[in-house]
């Protein structure tokens, strides 16, 4: 089974701290995925990778970067964390045809 | 317009009758659909998925894809408690995935 975790389930930060959510997947697989998931907004695409150090801005980049050193770890960086940036924030690798999902990172920024 | 459009729901339907599901999208170069299933406090997961017109059956789901009315649907015969959660249309065109708000479906014992 493809197994993507998630290094924390819930976090609680303060306005303008620098936040890192970390990503790993154990399948080998080229493409890696930040969502965030909002009420009302469904799944939104932050940024994705298809390569080791290799990334392309999603639907909603703004306030956001991202690390692909190594090709099973994906990380997703917030610079200066903002309250409208509390959300879930899911990863997800990918075959050609399914996206597989980690258990998810609720943040909240206060 | 949104590009993928669902019913938010929520959608309440008896225990043992069928659900169904809608979703409509905007794209009309968009070449695969799916469904994912996602559970309170967990992650989607995908249930189907369907690229040529018409219908897919897998077991008590069916998709079914129509490409000139741009719609997609999810049809669950025999509901179960268990079919109770939040599903996401998915629609892929061009390499971009783009997902639906999701239906909320209750069902009711």
């Known amino acids: 089974d493809v197994k993507v975790t998630q290094s924390s389930r819930y976090l609680v930060k303060r306005t303008g701290e620098k936040v890192f959510l970390e990503c790993v997947q154990d399948m080998d697989h080229e493409n890696m995925f930040w969502y965030r998931q909002d009420p009302g907004l469904g799944l939104r695409l932050i940024y994705f990778?298809?390569?080791?150090?290799?990334?392309e801005k999603g639907d909603i980049p703004e306030g956001y970067s991202v690390s692909r050193e190594k090709k099973e770890r994906f990380s997703l960086i917030l610079e200066s964390a903002s309250t409208n940036q509390t959300s879930m924030y899911l990863c997800?690798?990918?075959?050609?045809?399914?996206?597989?999902f980690g258990e998810g990172s609720r943040l909240t920024v206060l | 317009q949104k590009e993928v459009e669902q019913n938010s729901g929520p959608l309440s339907v008896p225990e043992g009758a069928i659900a169904s599901l809608n979703c409509t999208y905007s794209?009309?170069?968009?070449?695969?659909f799916f469904w994912y299933r996602q559970y309170s406090g967990k992650s989607p997961e995908l249930i189907m998925f369907?690229?040529?017109?018409g219908d897919k059956e897998d077991g008590r789901f069916t998709a079914q894809l129509n490409k000139a009315s741009q719609y997609v649907s999810l049809l669950i015969r025999d509901s179960q408690p268990s079919d109770s959660a939040t599903y996401l249309c998915a629609v892929r065109g061009n390499e971009k995935l783009t997902f639906g708000t999701g239906t909320r479906l209750t069902i009711i014992p």
């Open positions: 997800a690798t990918s075959t050609s045809l399914e996206l597989f």
């Open positions: 794209d009309r170069g968009s070449q695969s």
């Open positions: 369907i690229y040529s017109n």
């Open positions: 990778s298809y390569d080791v150090k290799m990334k």
